[in-house]
């Protein structure tokens, strides 16, 4: 039996709430300990230090007083892939807007790529993960887009996650394009081959399925053809919607229950609402509009309508190349109108009930042991200290990092 106790916890986040814990829904504890049974929370002490038994073998670790929260859950990610897009991030920084057709100059990139090139690259994004203090992360395919190449990312994904979806209806690739050999037929025919071979060929590493419902991608038919196929195969729904303008991804996405739609920068007034009124969780990006320099979603408007607000990175080598959620957690609270603990519980517990997850974002008996010690007194120093490196320890299930 492996056991760890870490005290002198000066701020224990726990997200959840009981009695006599301060913050609401982070359910914060003084002055706390966490004991670690199996890489599995057996108890918060609400009550100072207590001791170990002393029968096994333990190990202690003083937190001299910083504090510690839940690891970080991440729920939006695009990590394989070839190539990076330095350039038409500098393009961009000189007036050239982002469009969706730029994922194609990754796909090329990718295909190139050897599964070895892709693997060791994917492997230092998930040290990169750890090092921030993310200890969950959904991995999305859509770098591929022939059916070898996106089962190929799902089952290069898989070594490294539970959490893949596959985003075979991330755009349209060239060979498909309106454009392109088959003219108009071409999406169409596209859409046919994901809902088909490729689905039958990614379902196996799979939980999710994703469709970019936007202008430049997928219309709201083809999309909701692609999200229905996912579902009849077994899968849980996520949608990309809403990111470059109004459109129909939230209405569809709260239609199909999903479990998550993310972006949500254009929502009307009807977005909100059914939001509010859904099991949906709206996965904000700020990564996103950072790096396309575009309006920041309002998360203020959705939590005051009483909607699941989500934080996740988004990372990926054309909309967004940064994995730190403290990045995110600092922006949205600086320009998106969220509290210290409203960011920090949507980069947590949020991203956890965007994943449909019960057993992480959360500190209480059974849940994972999943822990970010800061060098920090306060969970607020991670938008009060932006672009610091605050993180100081992190354990997976009990192990550090
Ligand atoms: O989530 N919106 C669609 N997909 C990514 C962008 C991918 C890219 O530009 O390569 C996103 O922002
Ligand atoms: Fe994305």
Same mark, same amino acid.
């Given at each position: ?13 726990? #997200? ?8 609401? @829904?982070?359910? +914060?504890?003084? &002055? ?8 599995? +929370? ?31 859950? &991440? ?30 100059? !990754?796909?090329?990139?990718?295909? %190139? /790529? ?9 492997? #230092?994004?998930? /040290? ?6 993310? =200890? ?24 490294? !996650? ?10 349209? @690739? ?26 039958? %060929? $990614? ?13 430049? /991608? ?12 996912? +579902? ?18 939230? *209405? ?11 972006? $949500? ?41 009483? %909607? !699941?607000? *989500?934080?996740?990175?988004? $990372? ?11 990045? $995110?957690?600092?922006? /949205? ?14 980069? =947590? ?49 009990? *192990?550090?990092?």
């Amino acid at each position: 039996m492996s056991r760890l106790l870490v005290r002198g916890i000066g701020e224990l986040v726990t #997200n959840d709430p009981q009695p006599g814990r301060a913050g609401g @829904p982070l359910g +914060i504890v003084k &002055d706390a300990s966490v004991l670690v049974v199996d890489g599995r +929370i057996a108890w918060v002490d609400d009550a100072g230090d207590s001791a170990s038994d002393g029968e096994d073998e333990i190990d202690v670790v003083d937190a001299g007083g910083h504090a510690v929260i839940p690891g970080f859950v &991440d729920s939006h990610t695009h990590l394989v892939f070839g190539g990076d897009r330095s350039a038409e991030f500098e393009a961009r920084m000189s007036g050239t807007a982002y469009t969706a057709g730029g994922i194609r100059s !990754t796909v090329a990139a990718t295909r %190139a /790529a050897s599964d070895d090139e892709l693997r060791t690259r994917l492997a #230092n994004f998930v /040290a990169e993960l750890y090092a921030q203090g993310t =200890t969950t992360f959904e991995i999305k395919t859509g770098y591929g887009l022939t059916v070898a190449d996106e089962a190929r990312l799902a089952r290069l994904a898989r070594e490294v !996650t539970d959490e893949v979806t596959f985003l075979g209806a991330h755009v349209v @690739p060239t060979e498909y394009a309106q454009g392109g050999p088959l003219g108009e037929a071409g999406p169409d025919a596209y859409v046919d081959l994901v809902v088909g071979d490729m689905l039958d %060929a $990614c379902e196996p590493y799979a939980r999710w399925i994703d469709a970019f419902c936007e202008r430049g /991608a997928f219309t709201p038919a083809q999309s909701r053809r692609v999200l229905e196929a996912g +579902i009849a195969a077994g899968l849980g729904v996520r949608v990309h919607g809403n990111q470059l303008g109004p459109g129909e991804g939230v *209405a569809l996405a709260v239609e199909l229950d999903a479990a998550s739609v993310d972006h $949500c920068t254009y929502l009307s007034d009807a977005d909100v609402s059914a939001l509010a009124a859904s099991r949906t969780v709206a996965t904000l990006l700020p990564g996103v509009e950072f790096s396309t320099r575009q309006p920041y979603p309002d998360a203020r408007r959705l939590l005051d309508a009483g %909607a !699941t607000v *989500a934080l996740a990175s988004d $990372c990926n080598p054309g909309s967004s190349f940064t994995s730190s959620l403290p990045f $995110c957690i600092a922006v /949205a609270v600086r320009d998106m109108g969220m509290t210290p603990a409203e960011a920090v519980w949507a980069a =947590t517990a949020g991203g956890a009930a965007a994943l449909r997850r019960g057993d992480v974002g959360v500190l209480r008996p059974g849940a994972r042991a999943d822990l970010v010690l800061l060098d920090a007194p306060s969970y607020v120093h991670l938008a009060y200290r932006p672009g610091v490196p605050l993180v100081e320890r992190v354990w997976k299930d009990g *192990a550090a990092v």
